[in-house]
């Protein structure tokens, strides 16, 4: 991933100053500053969803294109929660994801057993979504993003609603990930995330 003086601004607003970081395979990045510092809007530039003013960004190697089923593949992202069906339960959730990545029947239901023993949610496969706690949701959410294969994973305060124990999960997932030659970037406001998992960070500064 390279981000070279990247820039977003609408009007006369800045939403995001120049910025420029490189990450590798198996590298954490997490993004650090103030609400209004950017970093959810240079997130939404590595996905495709916001154009960048000014600069260049690749992203694998190439450009960033939601569109292209091979960009798609290789990013995920956890940008706010996930759409969530009502009449869908956790565990259907979580193995519709893994079929659209999985083919084989087997392998969707060891994925989705796999991320819901990881994010302790196994008690929970059963629940709907409107029967979870906000952390549990935020845990659901995160397992939808962590339960499909991806070489870059892109998420925008995934700490949030979740204590320490929980924090502590999402932590050795991102890990986990990193060692098997992710690259992450991860917007947070927790010291404890950041200091746990980050080879480097970026600290946006705050418009005034």
Not at 24 to 40: C, D, F, H, M, Y
Not at 101 to 107: A, K, T, V, Y
Not at 120 to 128: C, I
Request: proline share 6%; with cysteine.
């Amino acid at each position: 991933m390279s981000v070279n003086a990247v820039s977003v601004g609408v009007d006369d607003a800045l939403l995001l100053p120049a910025t420029t970081f490189q990450a590798g395979p198996g590298q954490i990045v997490a993004l650090r500053g103030e609400n209004g510092s950017g970093k959810t809007t240079l997130l939404r530039v590595l996905t495709g969803r916001a154009r960048p003013t000014a600069g260049t960004v690749q992203v694998c190697g190439g450009p960033v294109n939601e569109r292209d089923p091979a960009f798609r593949r290789r990013v995920a992202t956890m940008i706010g929660l996930p759409p969530m069906a009502s009449d869908l339960t956790v565990f259907d959730h979580v193995a519709l994801v893994s079929s659209t990545w999985e083919q084989d029947p087997g392998s969707v239901e060891s994925a989705a057993r796999s991320v819901l023993t990881e994010f302790d949610l196994v008690a929970l496969s059963t629940r709907y979504p409107h029967e979870l706690s906000s952390g549990q949701t935020q845990l659901f959410g995160l397992a939808l993003a962590f339960v499909r294969p991806f070489d870059v994973l892109l998420l925008d305060e995934p700490e949030q609603r979740l204590d320490p124990e929980r924090t502590e999960l999402l932590a050795r997932a991102m890990l986990d990930r990193r060692a098997s030659g992710a690259t992450i970037v991860a917007a947070t406001h927790s010291d404890r995330l950041a200091d746990r998992t980050a080879d480097r960070t970026l600290t946006l500064e705050a418009r005034s």
